[in-house]
């Protein structure tokens, strides 16, 4: 099926069956390749992008299930304008191999847009289905609070 969607603010018009997951939309059709495949199975969050600000996992939504503007990581921010999430994650060091980061950026956006000032066991709740095998998850958890901060005091 022929199909527009609005990736980062630009409408794209895709020629796919419906059935295609948006992951495989951002990556091979449009080549936003920042979003990344983990297990296909809604079980790791490194798809994880934004359809109306809200956090989803790329690899379970269908290219005709797509409802509103979808977000990527390469659209949260720009190299020169990083939004809060991405400068607290540089500003802590939070990526080690760096493959799980970008969707742990997205949800924690997401997270952080629902609820400014959230504490550790609403970050935990929040981030517990985005899986790091670094393990990286107290870094994560600081960026965040460094975050909610620097959101609060804009
Ligand atoms: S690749 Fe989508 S949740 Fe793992
Ligand atoms: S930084 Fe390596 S998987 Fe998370």
Redo the contacts with the bound molecule.
């Keep these: 099926m022929s199909t527009t969607v609005t990736i980062n603010g630009t409408a794209h018009r895709v020629d796919l069956p419906d059935d295609v997951p948006l992951l495989w939309v951002l990556r091979d059709e449009i080549g936003l390749t920042g979003t990344k495949f983990g297990c296909g199975v809604a079980a790791c969050g490194a798809c994880t992008v934004h359809i109306d600000g809200e956090a989803v996992r790329s690899c379970q939504v269908a290219l005709s299930d797509v409802w509103g503007e979808v977000t990527t990581i390469e659209g949260l921010g720009t190299p020169d304008a990083m939004s809060a999430v991405q400068q607290a994650w540089t500003d802590h060091q939070v990526?080690?191999?760096?493959?799980?980061?970008s969707g742990q950026i997205m949800q924690a956006a997401a997270l952080l847009a629902e609820n400014p000032a959230p504490n550790d066991a609403e970050i935990d709740a929040a981030m517990q289905g985005n899986l790091?095998?670094?393990g990286?998850y107290p870094r994560i958890r600081a960026a965040i609070h460094a975050a909610s901060a620097k959101l609060q005091e804009a």
Excluded: F, N
Aim: aromatic residues 10%.
């Design positions: 990526a080690q191999c760096g493959y799980c980061q790091c095998r670094c990286t």
